[in-house]
């Protein structure tokens, strides 16, 4: 098993950058393909990023592709997603989750992440 704890959310205007953490407990992290999910108000969960247990692929949904990163230290069982020229499309609760995997592939829908954390909310003032 594997609990989760983002952090790094925040107030900030249209244009500026936000670094979301997430932090893994567990000795089998490196075991984990990781995503960032988020749900804004009145509207579904949708994925942002993901990044494969090694973190060799990754993956950025079209809305947000050249603006965030993603990123893994599995040394420090650690999960980040470096958000720059932030919009205020892009106010809302961002979750970190995780599924465990033996491949390098990703899995984009939220039914094959077992394990959330609890949210942090982001907010882009206009």
């Known amino acids: 098993q594997v609990q989760l704890e983002e952090s790094g959310g925040g107030l900030v205007q249209a244009g500026g950058s936000l670094r979301l953490s997430c932090a893994a407990s567990?000795?089998?992290?490196?075991?984990?393909?990781m995503g960032w999910f988020r749900q804004a108000l009145g509207k579904e969960r949708e994925i942002v990023a993901a990044?494969?247990?090694?973190?060799?692929?990754?993956y950025y949904a079209d809305s947000v592709k050249g603006r965030f990163t993603i990123s893994r230290d599995n040394a420090k069982n650690m999960v980040y997603l470096q958000m720059n020229s932030l919009k205020p499309e892009d106010t809302a609760v961002y979750y970190c989750?995780?599924?465990?995997?033996?491949?390098?592939?990703?899995?984009?829908?939220?039914?094959?992440?077992?394990?959330w954390g609890q949210g942090t909310q982001v907010t882009v003032s206009s």
């Open positions: 567990g000795r089998t992290f490196s075991s984990y393909a």
């Open positions: 989750a995780a599924y465990r995997t033996v491949t390098t592939g990703l899995q984009l829908s939220g039914t094959w992440y077992d394990y």
């Open positions: 990044i494969s247990r090694t973190g060799d692929s990754t």
